[in-house]
Every structure is written in C-alpha cells, then in structure tokens.
C-alpha cells in the first residue's frame, strides 16, 4: 500500500505570494490532518478533513486554508505569506472513523522557505 | 502546544538505560493518548498509544503510562539503543483540535 504523498517537497515563495500544498492519504482513509512543524512551536494542528467536510480546525489565521475531494485528497493554501509560515507542513491520513482515536500516518512533509 | 505540556526537552542517557518522557494535559475530556517518535529528517511515526480506560500498555522495551486524575502520561523506555535516538512527541485531544507536546530531544550515547 502506498503511504501518504504530498507535493511539493520544497518550495521557496516571496512575502505576500499564496502557496497551495498537495496530500494524497493511503487509500481508504478518509481522513486528513494538517500540521506545521517548526523547530520554535514543535507540531501545531491546523484542521482535519473528513469526507471532504472541515471536522477540526486548529488556532490558525484565515490565511490557512484547506479542502478535501472525493477522492479524499486534500490541499492546503496560504495566502499573503508572511516570513513567519517558513516551516515543514505535514499532512497525515487516518481511518478516521471517530475524531482523534486512530494513528496517524504522516508524508513526508512539504517545507516551505518565506523569502 | 498550549494544551500539552511535554518534559524534559532534552534527554542525553547512556546505552542500556532506561528513558522516561512525561506529558501533561488539560482537557479531562481526553481520551486518546499516542506517542510518536521522529528520527532526524523523517516523519513522525506513531509507536504506542493508550486510551483512557486502561492505565498502562507495554509493547516490548516501550510502554505508556496514564494517570487520568493528575492528568498526565508518560512514555518509558528501557534498555535504550542507540536507534532509540529520536524526538519524541506526545499528543492529546482537546475540544476537537489535536495538540502535540513540544517534543523531547533523546540522545543515547553508545
């Protein structure tokens, strides 16, 4: 089974471009979680989607967005970047059946650079 | 994250010693508690996780503790290698977000 994919890897923007982040969960899980990691604030949640529906959001500004398709496959889009959104964005997918009670899988990551 | 509060930051032990990492949280409604180790440059992985209707649950060198009254857990490890080396983060849910701890640097020395 593959694991979860997302893409891109790396990526550099400029303060006050948008950036829009791919994941593709393992197949059959519903649901997928977002989470920047910085070396400062460690894992921080940003929402969760289930049947492309928003279950969970976490303490983000608006500029953080997401989205879920049918196929499950989720994005995230940050607008008006800031030097502060430099960091490893993880998406990790799950079963899913109840909020919060099943691992985790996570990809492998995208970091983005903020110039 | 503000809602779990993870100790100590760091932790240097020699080979062969045993490793305990202690986490608070503040939603007593929690009732989920995983614990997910991340080598250097790769993912985090889950490696044990406990519910709250039992207090402990061992797998091999590692297990995990709960105390729901004082509402903490704490993960062991004992007869550390090596390979053990890794961040080790704990999580708990919390009014429907789901808050990692801040992550405890473990370095076992050979």
């Known amino acids: 089974k593959a694991g979860v994919t997302q893409t891109p890897r790396y990526l550099i923007k400029t303060r006050g471009q948008q950036v829009t982040l791919s994941c593709s969960p393992i197949?059959?899980?519903?649901?997928v979680s977002w989470y920047q990691q910085t070396p400062g604030q460690g894992l921080q949640f940003l929402f969760e989607?289930?049947?492309?529906?928003?279950?969970n959001k976490g303490n983000f500004p608006g500029r953080f967005s997401g989205r879920q398709f049918s196929n499950s496959r989720s994005e995230m889009n940050v607008s008006t970047l800031e030097l502060g959104d430099s960091a490893l964005y993880l998406c990790?997918?799950?079963?899913?059946?109840?909020?919060?009670?099943?691992?985790?899988?996570f990809g492998e990551g995208s970091r983005l650079t903020v110039l | 994250g503000e809602n779990v509060e993870q100790h100590p930051s760091t932790l240097s032990v020699q080979e062969g010693d045993s490793a305990v990492i202690k986490c608070t949280y503040s939603?007593?409604?929690?009732?989920?508690f995983p614990w997910y180790k991340q080598e250097l440059g790769k993912r985090p992985q889950l490696i044990i996780d406990?519910?709250?209707?039992?207090g402990e649950k061992k797998d091999q060198r590692i297990a995990v503790t709960l105390n729901k009254t004082a509402k903490h857990f704490s993960l062991h490890i004992t007869e550390t290698q090596p390979e053990d080396s890794a961040v080790y983060f704990c999580?708990?849910?919390?009014?429907?977000?789901?808050?990692f701890g801040s992550g405890t640097k473990l370095n076992v020395k050979p």
């Open positions: 406990i519910r709250s209707n039992v």
């Open positions: 990790a997918s799950s079963l899913g059946q109840g909020t919060w009670d099943g691992e985790l899988f």
């Open positions: 989607y289930f049947s492309e529906t928003q279950r």
């Open positions: 999580a708990a849910p919390a009014r429907n977000k789901f808050y």
């Open positions: 197949s059959g899980h519903r649901s």
């Open positions: 939603d007593s409604a929690s009732n989920y």
